[in-house]
Every structure is written in structure tokens, then in C-alpha cells.
């Protein structure tokens, strides 16, 4: 649990230093590209927001897999798995939008 925690500190830790760099007057290029970090079209597993939905699916088929006491561990793994859909369709299709409106020329090919 150890490694989980401070995986998760340095995660927070850099997703802090991204915020901090929002801090300021930012042209609409820089917004986009700094989005575009966080969830691209082209390529929807590379960014942030990929990775976030990696892991929960990784998590869902656990919580499938793990004993509970009376409990459906089923509803837990449906869960976690819709929260992963909701980051990737929901929130990174949402970013995209965005982006394109914010700097649509620097689309990726």
C-alpha cells in the first residue's frame, strides 16, 4: 500500500504543477496543447485521462475477481467500470471539444 500511496502523491504532485502553470493570462494555444496533455482524440490511451482509465479498468476486473463479505463484488467492478467510461468518453470527448475550439489548428495529425 506503500507504493500505491506514494505513486498517487507524485501523481497529485504533478497534476498540481500543471495546474499552477494555469495560474496566469495563458493564450488559447497554450491551453489547448496543456488539455491536450490530458485527453487527445488522436490518441485517447496516451494522455492523462487514458492512463486514469487504464487503471480503473484494471481495477474493475479486481474488484470482479475479489471475495466479499455478502457483498455483490460485481456492482463494485460495474461501477469502477463506468466510472473508467465516464473518463474517457464523457470527460475526454468533453476536452476535446474544447480544445478544438480553443486551437483548432494544432490538432494533431
Not at 495546474?19 to 496566469?24: I, N, Q, R, S, V
Not at 497554450?30 to 488522436?42: M, S, V
Not at 456492482?75 to 467500470?81: M, P, R, T, V, W
Amino acid at each position: 500500500m506503500d507504493r500505491v500511496r506514494t505513486s498517487a502523491g507524485t501523481a497529485k504532485h504533478a497534476l498540481q504543477q500543471i495546474e499552477d502553470e494555469l495560474g496566469g493570462p495563458l493564450d488559447a494555444e497554450f491551453l489547448a496543447e496543456t488539455l491536450r496533455e490530458l485527453f487527445d482524440e488522436a490518441d485517447p490511451e496516451g494522455g492523462i485521462l487514458g492512463s486514469l482509465n487504464q487503471l480503473l479498468t484494471k481495477a474493475s476486473r479486481a474488484a470482479a475477481l475479489t471475495p466479499l463479505d455478502g457483498e455483490d463484488a460485481e456492482f463494485a467492478a460495474c461501477a469502477i467500470e463506468e466510472a473508467a467510461a465516464f473518463v474517457a468518453d464523457s470527460a475526454g470527448m468533453r476536452l476535446h471539444l474544447a480544445t478544438c475550439t480553443l486551437h483548432p489548428q494544432g490538432e494533431r495529425p
